[in-house]
């Protein structure tokens, strides 16, 4: 069960434009959704993240949007530039009962390869 | 400050074969994770630890062991390498305070099982 959907495996853009990357879920238990961007070869880097109480976060060239009843969440990324090129996974987070105290659960999709085109 | 490290980089085994896969955090993070990922796949998450002494399953525990002797150690053991088994296995580390949900990854261990 797929509860952290992207439904897009690759996108184009050219540079200068807007890249859109969505990502749909499941669980209404989510509290907390990330993205991240994973170059080839190294480890996944923390992108921008937004809590569910909030429905947009931006942070210079990167805006998340979420929208809660369509379990939608979206990364826009203006201007692209080549240096985006990369995977970007989407991830949501809920806390789950441990017998040691909450644990931030986190689940990520399968990413999107993000080609932005000089 | 190195963040998440992780040893070895790149490793072949043969099927039977056993090895552990290192990773340590010099950020003081209570919380620490393994992960694996396969070819167009996302993360899938193997083991965690909330603090040292402390560790659980994730959605793939099979095959694999864990142990948290340290706040900065958290080394993955596999038993009996098999193919299903050849990914490429991240580890990550969190505060795992309210609020500081980000983890910080390692730059992987690419393991081939043949």
């Known amino acids: 069960d797929q509860q952290v959907k992207q439904n897009s495996p690759s996108l184009s853009v050219q540079e200068g434009r807007i890249s859109i990357l969505n990502c749909d879920y499941t669980n209404s238990m989510f509290d907390y959704f990330l993205w991240y961007k994973k170059y080839p070869a190294e480890g996944p880097t923390f992108l921008i993240s937004?809590?569910?109480?909030?429905d947009k976060n931006e942070d210079g060239r990167f805006t998340v949007f979420l929208n809660k009843s369509a379990k939608h969440l979206s990364l826009h990324i203006v201007p692209s530039q080549p240096g985006d090129s990369a995977v970007y996974f989407c991830a949501a987070s809920a806390t789950t009962s441990i017998n040691s105290g909450g644990y931030q659960k986190v689940t990520f999709g399968t990413g999107t390869k993000l080609q932005v085109i000089p | 400050n190195a963040g998440v490290t992780q040893t070895p980089k790149f490793r072949i085994l043969k099927i039977g074969q056993s090895m552990t896969l290192q990773c340590t955090q010099d950020?003081?993070?209570?919380?620490m994770y393994w992960y694996r990922q396969d070819p167009g796949m996302g993360l899938k998450l193997i083991y965690y630890?909330?603090?040292?002494?402390?560790?659980d399953k994730g959605e793939v525990p099979n095959g694999y062991n864990v142990s948290r002797s340290t706040t900065e150690d958290f080394p993955l053991r596999l038993e009996l390498a098999a193919p299903s088994q050849t990914s490429v296995y991240f580890c990550?580390?969190?505060?795992?305070?309210?609020?500081?949900?980000?983890?910080?990854f390692g730059p992987g261990t690419r393991l081939l099982v043949l």
């Open positions: 990550a580390s969190s505060p795992g305070l309210a609020g500081e949900e980000t983890q910080y």
């Open positions: 937004i809590s569910s109480i909030k």
């Open positions: 950020m003081n993070h209570n919380y």
């Open positions: 630890s909330v603090g040292a002494g402390i560790t």
